[in-house]
């Protein structure tokens, strides 16, 4: 599925580094989330945007920072992060993010990778 | 809060041969249901749905899941397995206004 795209699709920074992770939904929908994908562990939903507005915000520490300049585009900059960050982001994108029964659009992820 | 459990971290089943994958949920109400699976290196794909009606859903890929209200299960079926069904499998539930996920099966088809 092409939908959602995500660049860079692999990342290796140190701790120190400041980087940015893109995501791009081509579907016309109004609603965008960052998830944490760790092993053996459930998806995390870091942030959820509608409509470029930030909607929710899960207890997210502050190095990781998102940005919504459209509805089109979502950005996760990243600045100081820890070895326990080292995990797939996964993007996704829904119609509205108020209509549970709507599935969401998943990207193929950037693996991150903490030196 | 709203949540699903899959009690199995890896199902291992022959080519040809049908394949369950579990799933258990804890709601209050009627619940919004999900299967996603993840193919290596790739994100995940929406597979199929509960909302209501029928107890028997069918998704891609020659899916289906049931709902049983009275157990709380929503399991994931498919009569013949393929060896290209390998994959992370994903439950999924809605919290108000979000996706809870279960922590996933790994589906093994042997030749």
């Known amino acids: 599925e092409t939908g959602v795209t995500q660049t860079p699709r692999h990342l290796v920074m140190g701790m120190t580094n400041k980087k940015s992770l893109k995501c791009e939904q081509h579907?016309?929908?109004?609603?965008m989330y960052w998830y944490k994908q760790s092993a053996k562990k459930p998806l995390e939903l870091m942030f959820v945007y509608s409509l470029e507005e930030r909607v929710e915000n899960n207890s997210v520490p502050s190095r990781f920072s998102p940005e919504c300049p459209n509805s089109s585009h979502l950005f996760l900059h990243l600045h100081t992060l820890q070895p326990e960050d080292s995990a797939l982001y996964l993007c996704a994108s829904s119609q509205d993010y108020r209509q549970a029964n709507q599935p969401q659009h998943f990207g193929d992820g950037t693996r991150l990778s903490i030196l | 809060a709203q949540s699903v459990a899959q009690p199995e971290d890896q199902v291992n089943v022959a080519e040809g041969n049908p394949l369950t994958v579990k799933c258990t949920y804890s709601?209050?109400?009627?619940?919004?249901l999900f299967w996603y699976v993840q193919y290596p290196n790739r994100g995940l794909q929406f597979l199929l749905k509960y909302i209501t009606g029928d107890n028997l859903v069918k998704g891609s890929y020659g899916f289906e899941a049931e709902f049983n209200k009275s157990q709380t299960s929503f399991h994931l079926k498919k009569p013949s397995a393929l060896v290209s069904d390998s994959a992370l499998y994903f439950c999924?539930?809605?919290?108000?206004?979000?996706?809870?996920f279960g922590t996933g099966t790994r589906l093994q088809v042997f030749p």
């Open positions: 999924a539930v809605v919290d108000t206004d979000k996706l809870i």
């Open positions: 579907l016309g929908h109004n609603a």
């Open positions: 709601v209050s109400g009627n619940p919004y």
